[in-house]
């Protein structure tokens, strides 16, 4: 968490980046004074006075209201508040570099004027409204800052002067008795060469002087008077100005600029190295550094050096640092015949002139970090700007650079850059196919380009969609080779190890859309260390992306080259890749329903390969979290298992994700794995797997409120339960049959049902029975005959806990038993008991039915009479149907209003 309090412009606190509201009025003339004064405790009664501006309420009751604004300051604050108590009085707390007040004094101190201007950002507290601050305190500060100016432009005098005359003209209109000003104005005109009008300029504030203080020009005035009239003009040095021209077309990349901007001004007394603008091939690293470096030029009035060193130029080998820091000599305007005679003195002699300075420079497409280490200046005032297709770790650890990795754009981004390029009228036509095209292009700056290419030819955009949607990388291929993505992805891939290259091209049979170092390993069949070191290596290539949880994932035309060169491959070696794929994520799924499902017994299922790595689930948490993160590659792994005809894997996987899924209401995706997996089940004619895919769906159905389907697939379960002779499995599926009958309002069925299970009890395991006898108990509760209820529920808790399992229908019995005590009137064991079955819920992560077991919560502490308990659970619940889009939710707000008005 970082937090941010600014002074120096209008009052505002950042929490994380994001601006914390402060309450206006007193609390904001609260926090100024305080943060004006930053960890030193400020009396009470001086407080009361500057809050209500020397009009302060009665003695007796002035305190008590200061502590009600604090207190409401606190709230406002949140996570961000700083503001401390003790016997003295109150302070904000603030740490070193939260409050830009103390940084610019500290950057003022270390000599960085400029920088320290840059973190003004208007008039001082300018949404604060306080007479008193306004009058004691603000000028201060304004005075704080001129003179920070002052010293400013003093520094850039030593520089090309022309362009400080317009500013000092806006300054000394700003500050007409101003003398440091006036004089600096003079020498600024005087250098560039316009000595008549320093005369002016001196003459004009001499009489200002004369008539509005009686007094005559100070020092520093004359001092500049007498060397306009000597007519001596310091050497102006030369000045490179080497960028190459801003991107006409150029979009989005806000937060990037803003984040390059933040570096740029974060290391004072330090020469700032920004290493990484880094991405694939094609994503604009080059666009945005030569955007960003414009729009910065002027903080750096000594120059600004550019270079492309050729990294991963196919045409080209890369530049050799020494020619490139002798072609910035001459730039900066030392004689080639005066260049040093050795590498070494080339190198030093560009480092110490940059000493000196102010410059920007830029290394564009750099190779390595050896590329770039002999080219990085010394000196406080010189910012080093880096883009490579690779991390340059070694410049983040040794220098400390600061990386900015660059992502592909997002949707509104692309279309505004296909819209420059192409122009409004042709988007504005074709908002169809621009949807499509930017689709397919995935976001990559480069692939755009080349759509925007194409379509500069007046091809239709319809045309192009269609063609990028049959042939994408073919589409993107253009006349020119070294634009094409094939030419750039193919040249990343050359700069890697052929371990590396090899991993890529395995990668290309993934489904995506992220992958671990488990999956990588078992594609490629070699050991985890040795995938490690490959996906390092590939993400230094940025050929691969790491990402904030540490799984992987590939860029959809990156994915789209590594599946092209997968299928170059052997038929034999990606039968190979793939079936190891298949186990890894299998077996992994399997073991992962070990945790959380009553131990499943399988029919037999071949071996996993050797070389696919099984990931162990040492516990539920564990099993449930791999569920969680996993389950978007698992839907796709099982659309490839289906496509390549592995029925008895499909089944199997398509089974171990029902719980997953329905647990956290993917219903959905649910419904659509578990089709598949029947439908693989019938193709094997599997009947373990077509009975337990008929009751998963069963299941799901019930979740949608899809009762009669429900009941189908029950049924056709049952029957085969019956047909394989298992009491345990006819149990269970009784259960959900019974349940479903309760739904449909036809509850005799479901005691009937339950009741062809009871003479066999004494079959079933303890579990199993537990979960029977939570059934029939409720089948009874629906019949009316509440004591039996109870006493079958009872007897099922017992053993619940007996088998220390939670599960759903140990929450279902709980909830039964809820239900029973409300209708008796029993509020305290219907709280008891409900409550107990949503920590169980809670524990399962079950969403889906978590807001269910919270309303019937509610419900009973509003029957017991503690209407705002339940108002508190009531918001909980509604926030859980609004996420499921369950209609409910209108019944939970009409609920939460009956409620707030007790």
């Known amino acids: 968490m970082t937090v941010e309090y600014r002074v120096l412009g209008p009052l505002e606190v950042l929490l994380d980046g994001e601006p914390v509201a402060v309450p206006a009025g007193r609390g904001r003339v609260l926090l100024a004074t305080l943060l004006l004064r930053a960890n030193e405790f400020v009396s009470v009664d001086e407080l009361v006075e500057r809050v209500w501006d020397g009009e302060p309420p009665a003695p007796d009751r002035a305190h008590k209201t200061l502590q009600t604004v604090v207190l409401r300051l606190r709230q406002s604050l949140g996570a961000a508040n700083c503001v401390r108590t003790s016997s003295r009085g109150y302070t904000a707390e603030v740490a070193p570099g939260q409050l830009d007040l103390a940084r610019f004094r500290e950057l003022v101190a270390q000599g960085e004027h400029r920088a320290a201007l840059e973190l003004w950002r208007g008039p001082v507290l300018g949404n604060v409204t306080s007479e008193s601050l306004h009058r004691d305190d603000v000028p201060r500060l304004v005075e704080e800052q001129v003179v920070a100016l002052e010293s400013r432009i003093d520094e850039d005098l030593a520089r090309p002067a022309d362009l400080l005359v317009p500013e000092l003209w806006s300054l000394v209109r700003q500050h007409p008795l101003r003398e440091t000003f006036w004089a600096q104005l003079m020498l600024a005109l005087h250098r560039a060469g316009r000595q008549a009008e320093a005369l002016s300029a001196y003459q004009e504030i001499r009489g200002r002087l004369a008539d509005e203080l009686g007094v005559d020009p100070g020092q520093r005035l004359r001092e500049a008077h007498a060397q306009v009239l000597s007519g001596e003009t310091p050497a102006s040095p030369v000045v490179p100005r080497q960028l190459p021209p801003a991107y006409r077309h150029f979009a989005g990349r806000e937060h990037e600029l803003a984040r390059l901007t933040e570096i740029a001004g974060a290391r004072p007394g330090e020469p700032v190295l920004i290493s990484a603008i880094n991405g694939i091939g094609g994503v604009g690293k080059t666009a945005l550094a030569v955007q960003w470096a414009h729009q910065v030029a002027d903080r750096f009035p000594d120059g600004q050096l550019h270079v492309n060193l050729r990294g991963f130029d196919l045409r080209a080998e890369p530049l050799d640092p020494v020619a490139v820091a002798r072609d910035f000599l001459v730039a900066l305007g030392v004689p080639g015949n005066e260049l040093p005679g050795s590498d070494e003195a080339v190198l030093a002699e560009y480092r110490s002139l940059l000493a000196r300075r102010r410059v920007l420079v830029v290394l564009d497409n750099a190779r390595d970090v050896e590329q ?29 650079a600061q990386p900015v990795a660059l992502d592909v754009m997002d949707e509104r981004a692309a279309i505004d850059l296909l819209t420059e390029r192409i122009g409004a009228a042709r988007t504005a036509a ?143 070696r990606q039968a190979e890749a793939q079936q190891r794929m298949f186990d890894h994520y299998l077996h992994t799924s399997l073991d992962a329903n070990l945790r959380i499902e009553v131990k499943v ?62 647990r956290s209401g993917m219903l959905v995706d649910a419904e659509e794995t578990e089709l598949l997996a029947l439908d693989a089940a019938r193709r094997r004619n599997d009947i373990l797997g077509q009975s337990r895919l008929h009751r998963s769906l069963g299941g799901v159905y019930i979740a949608k409120q899809m009762f009669f389907e429900a009941e189908l697939h029950l049924q056709s379960a049952l029957r085969l339960e019956e047909e394989r002779g298992n009491v345990n499995g006819q149990a269970d599926v009784s259960r959900g049959l019974a349940h479903v009958y309760e739904k449909l309002g036809q509850a005799d069925r ?44 009872l007897e099922a808790k017992a053993l619940f806990f007996e088998v220390k399992r939670q599960s759903m229908p140990s929450a279902n019995n709980f909830e039964t038993l809820g239900d029973v005590h409300l209708e008796l009137g029993r509020y305290a064991e219907a709280v008891e008991n409900y409550h107990a079955s949503v920590e169980v819920l809670r524990a399962l992560e079950h969403r889906q039915a978590l807001g269910d077991a919270i309303v019937r919560l509610a419900r009973a502490h509003i029957a017991a009479g503690e209407p705002a308990v339940a108002q508190e659970q009531l918001t909980e619940a509604l926030a859980l149907y609004e996420e499921f889009g369950r209609a409910e939710a209108a019944e939970v707000r009409e609920l939460i209003a009956s409620v707030t008005n007790v």
């Open 372 to 400: 770039v280490r002999p080219l990085l200046p010394g000196g406080a005032g010189n910012l080093v700007l880096v883009t490579s297709r690779n991390r340059l770790s070694g410049l983040v650890a040794r220098e400390g």
């Open 430 to 572: 074709e908002p169809d196919a621009v949807a499509r095209l930017v689709k397919r292009c995935a976001g990559l700056p480069l692939a755009l380009g080349i759509v925007a290419a194409r379509a500069a030819y007046g091809d239709p955009l319809t045309a192009l969609a269609t063609e990028l949607e049959q042939e994408r990388l073919d589409a993107l291929d253009i006349d020119d080779p070294t634009t094409g993505v094939r030419h750039v992805f193919s040249w990343s891939l050359r700069s890697v190890s052929e371990a590396a290259a090899r991993l890529f091209v395995m990668l290309g049979s993934h489904p995506g859309p992220e992958f671990t170092v488990e999956a990588a390993a078992s594609l490629s069949a070699v050991p985890r260390a040795e995938s490690v070191r490959g996906l390092n290596e590939l993400v230094a290539g940025s050929l691969v992306t790491r990402t904030h949880t540490g799984r992987f994932l590939l860029h959809d035309l990156l994915r789209d080259y590594a599946a092209e060169r997968f299928n170059e491959l052997s038929r034999e």
């Open 601 to 662: 017994i399988w029919t037999p299922l071949a071996p996993p390969s050797p070389a696919a790595v099984i990931v162990p689930m040492p516990d539920t948490r564990a099993a449930r979290k791999w569920f969680r993160v996993e389950y978007p590659v698992l839907l796709g792994v099982l659309r490839e298992m289906v496509a390549a005809g592995a029925d008895d894997l499909v089944w199997r996987l398509g089974y171990t994700l029902h719980l997953p899924l329905l």
């Open 750 to 793: 479901g005691l009937e049902i339950l009741s062809r299970v009871h003479p066999r009890i004494a079959e079933l395991s303890e579990y199993q029975r537990a979960c029977y006898l939570e059934a029939y108990g409720r089948a009874h509760h629906q019949a009316g005959d509440r004591e039996r209820a109870i006493e079958l529920c």
